[in-house]
């Protein structure tokens, strides 16, 4: 294979790039609380793809023009570390990023209750510590995570998955290279439990019958991802109960 | 009409608690979605008596009238202060309410009275979802904190060091021989007669916080006190004849 040639994502036994089959997720990390500053926090990993994630809030609005006398707002703000691709990449907000921010916060809104602290705002800080494709759907992940370890109230965890195909095969959490190659990138954010779509971007071309297809793919690893988040959440203080229960 | 969760059970947003029961709900860590119960945070179900509800482990103080708060002095203006109670709305304390005597802004100045940096022990007497907490200073007991110590716990857990009708904190107090102010914002205020036994006090504090979510908490936090005592070789019934 020559630079810059197309690799060869799908090989004869059906395997991808990395070895995975196409329904299959990457091995998952998560941990909660990682950061004693802020209110709530989360690192989550979908295998290389690294993001650290810290939620201040509900606190005073700064400036006080932005505060609304009925709910709180959300703001947020997905960053990649100028490390976190192989190029050096420039620390300024790009317009892909300002962008991203815009739809992994309105993933996020429509399950926190907002009306229950009016006059306050609810900041997230999503920073990307190594990518390699699905930021955006492990930021919100994260994201949400965080924002159930600050305690703030909200209707369901929220769990995001990018679905792609590659070689004409619908896999499951595209990493880097199979997301440069691919002929549709899909990512479905939602929440778990009442099967409630809160993002949903899509590149590219699908038969409607494939996006269905490639629905139901993501749906099948939130579900998975959403086991992972729950677990996460509960070891940090089932942990305790069996330090000190026995 | 089924519950799916147990007494004391950990749960996450989203979990569904209960079905179509006829439950009242009176928190915000739980929520009502098609007939459905769910619960809202991270913390432990609590059934009893017709309702259901989930005690939250995480999240800021929201303050309540009549709540007895210990505020941080943080500003101040001719007539009040501004004072920081750990939580997202920042309160409001008015000369009217700290003295008991006219105040004259012309001869006088409130820093004189309570500076930036002042603990305060306090009681909400207004707030709402459109204005910020109004304290008041004026009450028995309540006012300028000068000697003792502060410890900062997370407010949702408040309730476990203070227990069920008080024993916690009742026996936090015989324990450790210390004056025990429990401000409802996650503030803690310590008098001992000893250095060593508020030490002790704090830890145990810090101990409850920790382990906020365990059963059984009162008589273990009771064997780390004593033990603690032991360790130092304090002398505790001496004290009590003291004081």
Redo the contacts between chains.
Sequence with gaps: MRLGEKPKLIDENGRRIDGRLPDELRPIRMEVGVLKNA??SAYVEYGNTKVIVAVY????IHPKHLTL??RAIIRCRYHMTSFSTTERKSPAPTRREIELSKVIREALEG?I?TE?????SIDIFIEVLQADGGTRTAGITAASLAL??????????VAGVAVGKVDGVLVLDINEVEDEYSEVDLPVAM????KEITLLQMNGVLTEDEFWEALKLAEKGIMKIYEV??ET??SR??K??AE??E | MPIYVQNRELVTPGTLLAENEKFKLESPTVFKYSNKIYASTIGLVDISNGRINVIPLEGKYIPKVGDLVIGLIEDYGITYWIVDIKSPYKAILNVAEALNRPFNPLKENVKNIYDIGDYVLARVIAFDRTKDPILTAKQKGLGKITKGRIVEIIPSRVPRVIGRKASMITMLKNETKCQITVGLNGRIWIIGPSPELEEIAILAIKKIEYEAHTSGLTDRIRNFIRKEIEKRGLKVNEIRRKT
């Design positions: 209110d709530g809030g509900p606190r005073e006398p009925d399950v209750f229950l602290y009016p006059r306050t159930a370890d600050a305690g703030i109230p909200m209707k369901d965890l929440m778990p439990s009442f988040q729950r959440l509960m203080y089932s305790v109960r000190v229960e």
